[in-house]
């Protein structure tokens, strides 16, 4: 009787390590942009530098690194590279944020001086004061959305990839707009995103550099 009950037990405590494993594996997604930063977030070395980067999520917030000693650090201790990537993202996105007015106030984002800046899952948001903050975190994906449409209305204009960065086709009159950190970035079609999403540090360098390039084309087509 004492194994049956001991067996019993065993198979219940299976069956709830699976349940949390599979909870664990669902809230594993990744919330708001991906990493788009070209550089460790641990080490700050470049991010391809010992081939292809290790991808890890801490609370929905995607991270990359370039080496798997380097993803131990950040597991063992997340916290102690926030700081770090913030003021990555905050200078790779701010010379491209759309915006001189606060996404709440509507006031200059210089209002009281220098903006407020503010990294939400890897994108940067400038308001006005710290007062801001909490009107924008009781409704994000909001402001978020304002945020996109201000970044397409502004670089729309000035789009210099004549071609998808991934198919390496001519883009038409139809092209699929996306915001990924705070850039612009016109597709093909609806199936290229997925990719995008998966590499915008290289798709980021092309738009740096105004062309598509035969690494970022998946069709290995330059322009």
């Known amino acids: 009787m004492y194994t049956n009950v001991k067996a019993k037990l065993f198979i219940l405590g299976a069956a709830i390590a699976m349940m949390l494993t599979t909870q664990s594996t669902m809230a594993a997604e990744r919330v708001g942009d991906p990493y788009t930063l070209d550089t460790c977030a641990v080490s700050g070395k470049g991010l391809r530098a010992k081939g292809e980067p290790f991808v890890i999520l801490v609370e929905g917030r995607e991270y ?15 916290s102690a590279f926030v700081d770090s990537v913030d003021e990555r993202i905050i200078k790779q996105q701010a010379k491209h944020y759309p915006l001189t007015t606060c996404l709440i106030s509507g006031k200059p984002v210089k209002e009281h001086g220098e903006p407020v800046n503010l990294v939400v899952n890897n994108r940067l948001v400038q ?93 290995k087509k330059a322009e």
């Open 64 to 78: 990359k690194t370039c080496c798997s000693k380097c993803k131990e650090k950040l597991e063992a201790d997340p």
């Open 127 to 219: 308001l006005c004061c710290d007062g801001c903050k909490d009107k924008f975190k009781a409704d994000p994906a909001k402001f978020l959305a304002k945020l996109d449409e201000a970044v397409i209305e502004k670089q729309d204009k000035e789009y210099a990839l004549k071609k998808c960065p991934i198919s390496g086709e001519k883009l038409g009159d139809n092209a699929k707009n996306i915001v990924v950190g705070n850039r612009l970035v016109k597709l093909c079609c609806a199936g290229c995103e997925k990719k995008v999403l998966a590499n915008p540090d290289k798709v980021i360098a092309m738009l740096d550099a105004g062309k598509v390039t035969t690494e970022g084309s998946s069709k």
